[in-house]
């Protein structure tokens, strides 16, 4: 006689989501953090943080696009 599988559960969509926000915070403050170091070292006012959070801003954003598709199929 075989077990029938057992589906995986899938976790919940607020903890998945507060996950997604939590990374979201932690990388756009080392990237804040970083440029801020690389403008008091080179003395560019706030390029490298402009730079540098606009980056981390549009590749959290297109990871979380991807990232939404794949967990609502």
């Not at 606009?54 to 794949?70: P, S």
Request: charged residues 20%; positive net charge; aromatic residues 14%.
């Amino acid at each position: 006689m075989k077990n029938p599988k057992k589906q995986k559960k899938r976790p919940k969509s607020w903890a998945v989501l507060s996950g997604v926000a939590i990374q979201m915070g932690v990388s756009l403050y080392l990237a804040s953090r970083a440029g801020k170091a690389l403008d008091a070292h080179w003395d560019t006012g706030k390029t490298f943080t402009l730079v540098f959070l606009m980056l981390v801003l549009f590749l959290n954003m297109y990871w979380l696009v991807k990232y939404l598709e794949r967990f609502n199929s």
